[in-house]
Structures are given as C-alpha cells and as structure tokens.
C-alpha cells in the first residue's frame, strides 16, 4: 500500500511558475516509476511527465516539454514538477501517481497509486 499527497498547487498569472511535490509512503521510493497527471475542466484526464524508478529516465506530453521538469528525490521520498512560463490552458487538477514497473507508462490505466491532486490555475 502507497500514499501518496502532493502540494504546491495555486493562482499563478500566465508566464508565472510553480512547483508541485508529491510525498509517498508506504514503500521505498526507488520501488516505483513515477508519473505526473492533470485533469482540466470538462476534459479527461491527460498524462503530463513520468520519472523511472532512479531518476535517469525522463518522458513528457508534448504540451508540455520545454517548460516543465519532473525530478525525484528517493532519499525523500519525494516527486516534484517544475512548471515555468505557464499558460491559461496549464490550469487542471495536478495528480501524482506510482506504479512498480520499471517501464514509463503514460496512460492512466497502468498506475497502482493516486494521490488526490493539487489545483493549479494560470490566469492570462
């Protein structure tokens, strides 16, 4: 069993940062790949980055590359998501999430743990 909770979620205006943290429990963290989510009003909810299991590989949404970093911190048990130059359409739910295949996934469906989410709102 995994918890896992993140924070770092607010208003921020277009152009801004911020930076997301997601602290998990339950089990060492070089345990599991790690993955960010979001979930945008009205939408579905859509894969954002994804960490292996040491750090070493990275994979990011198109939306996204160039302007976020998702790190890892084990001796923390800590995820995070840099976010720079933000744009309106950024805004959703932020959702981290564990899985213990050593292969990045990207799709929801192949996650074992969710942590409940943190609001992040970009305004123009």
């Known amino acids: 069993q995994v918890q896992l909770v993140e924070s770092g979620g607010g208003l921020v205006q277009a152009g801004g940062s911020l930076r997301l943290s997601c602290v998990g429990s339950?089990?060492?963290?070089?345990?599991?790949?790690m993955g960010w989510f979001r979930r945008a009003p009205g939408k579905e909810r859509e894969f954002v980055a994804a960490i292996g299991r040491n750090g070493r590989s990275t994979y990011y949404a198109d939306s996204v590359k160039g302007r976020f970093t998702i790190s890892r911190d084990n001796a923390k048990n800590t995820v995070y998501l840099q976010m720079n130059s933000l744009k309106p359409e950024d805004t959703a739910v932020y959702s981290c999430?564990?899985?213990?295949?050593?292969?990045?996934?990207?799709?929801?469906?192949?996650?074992?743990?969710w942590g409940q989410g943190t609001q992040v709102t970009v305004s123009s």
């Open positions: 999430a564990a899985q213990t295949s050593a292969v990045l996934i990207t799709t929801t469906d192949r996650y074992d743990y």
């Open positions: 339950g089990r060492t963290a070089s345990t599991y790949t």
